[in-house]
């Protein structure tokens, strides 16, 4: 099993461009997250799924937009790229089992110039 | 909204020391999760916890519900102990069982 994926691993935007960040889990997991880690703060919730067909706005998500495409896929899409959007981003699926433990992708790493 | 507080922000310690990472947090929870954050930027989850005490190998976490408050302890770290270690709580509503993060603590551990 490869857990959770994410593509691309690194990526510079020009401000205004467009672009997907594509996450993929093969665990059968319902909950799929999208989140974003800058310096100095923790992790902090752009969208996420509770199933499939579903997708609810977390703490930041002015500037992005998603696709629960499956079960498998959760995608997360910048329209118009802006400096302020320069974080590593993590997909995470969510586990039904009583831990609730979160299983996360290897990250996303993305400047805008 | 959950405040979750940890500390100390910056760690260092000799191989070999104990080492405590506290953690708090302002609203009650259904449960606290402790992660670990690799130099490489993987996050791999340690423990979840909703009360007392669990332990797997040098790593112990507590958590005292009354008194929001979590640490986490290392027994005799080693140099492959440093990372970023996160604390996150789970807020008892919503359904996707929403975690609230700390800014983490980056714990070096030197040979």
């Known amino acids: 099993n490869a857990g959770v994926t994410q593509t691309p691993k690194f990526q510079v935007l020009k401000t205004g461009q467009s672009m997907t960040l594509q996450c993929a889990q093969d665990?059968?997991?319902?909950?799929m997250y999208w989140y974003r880690q800058d310096p100095g703060m923790g992790l902090r919730l752009i969208y996420y799924?509770?199933?499939?067909?579903?997708?609810d706005k977390g703490e930041v998500p002015n500037g992005y937009n998603v696709s629960r495409l499956n079960k498998r896929e959760f995608s997360l899409r910048l329209e118009s790229a802006a400096p302020s959007q320069t974080s590593v981003y993590f997909c995470?699926?969510?586990?039904?089992?009583?831990?609730?433990?979160?299983?996360f992708g290897p990250g996303t790493r993305l400047t805008v110039t | 909204k959950n405040e979750v507080e940890q500390s100390p922000q910056n760690l260092t310690a000799q191989e070999g020391e104990f080492i405590t990472i506290n953690c708090s947090y302002s609203?009650?929870?259904?449960?606290l999760h402790w992660l670990q954050q690799h130099p490489g930027g993987g996050i791999v989850s340690l423990f979840m916890?909703?009360?007392g005490k669990k332990k797997h190998g040098r790593l112990i976490a507590t958590i005292n519900i009354q008194e929001k408050h979590s640490s986490l302890h290392i027994t005799a770290s080693h140099p492959r102990d440093s990372a970023v270690y996160i604390c996150?709580?789970?807020?008892?509503?919503?359904?996707?069982?929403?975690?609230?993060f700390g800014s983490g603590t980056q714990l070096t551990v030197l040979p």
């Open positions: 995470a699926s969510r586990t039904r089992q009583i831990t609730y433990e979160q299983y």
């Open positions: 665990m059968n997991h319902n909950s």
């Open positions: 799924s509770a199933s499939e067909g579903t997708t």
């Open positions: 609203v009650g929870i259904s449960a």
């Open positions: 916890l909703s009360s």
């Open positions: 996150a709580v789970r807020s008892p509503s919503g359904s996707a069982r929403q975690l609230t």
